[in-house]
């Protein structure tokens, strides 16, 4: 597996197999449906040829949907939050890494793609031309899900494969 910050590392997804694409957030939600995944897919790393091949994507937001129309000075910020934003990206590949080492799994194709998660994810999807596109859900209700928008909700609706949204147990 190889790392890039704005970009992707790994190996392309092999040729003839199917793509899984993971998107991924720092929640544990991600990292569940990460490993609910590999149970389900990759269970047996010796299987050769593998049946699928695992394409890990996250969404790193532009510094400047975080800070929005914040006014003067908001400029002064930008290299702080963009700073930020690149550590969780760096943190969410360095653990989603580690999850599929430990099960043996080092054909993986990781990136990190700027931008609004559902247009990523989608465009990931599409560039891949996935089988199967899993997610976590963060388990919002409607409320919240109306103002904060759901990231899977989209997916389901606008990807161009099926859609898994995984629900990480309450127990």
């Known amino acids: 597996m190889a790392s890039e910050a704005a970009g992707s590392e790994g190996t392309k997804p092999a040729e003839g197999n199917k793509v899984v694409v993971v998107g991924m957030d720092e929640s544990e939600h991600s990292y569940y449906a990460l490993q609910w995944t590999l149970d389900r897919f990759f ?16 969404a790193k937001p532009s510094p400047a949907s975080v800070v929005g129309l914040a006014g003067p000075g908001a400029a ?71 103002l904060l928008g759901s990231v899977s909700d989209y997916c389901v609706h606008h990807a161009h494969c099926s859609v898994m949204v995984v629900k990480k147990p309450k127990h």
């Open 43 to 58: 269970a047996d790393p010796d299987q050769r040829p593998p049946l699928f091949s695992l394409v890990i994507v996250h």
């Open 76 to 146: 002064d910020v930008f290299p702080f939050v963009e700073s930020d934003l690149r550590k969780i990206a760096a943190r969410v590949v360095e653990k989603a890494k580690k999850i599929c080492l430990e099960r043996s799994l080092t054909n993986v194709l990781l990136e990190v793609v700027e931008g609004d998660a559902r247009n990523v994810i989608c465009e990931s999807v599409d560039k891949h031309q996935a089988a199967m596109l899993v997610m976590g859900s963060h388990g919002y209700g409607a409320i919240k899900r109306v």
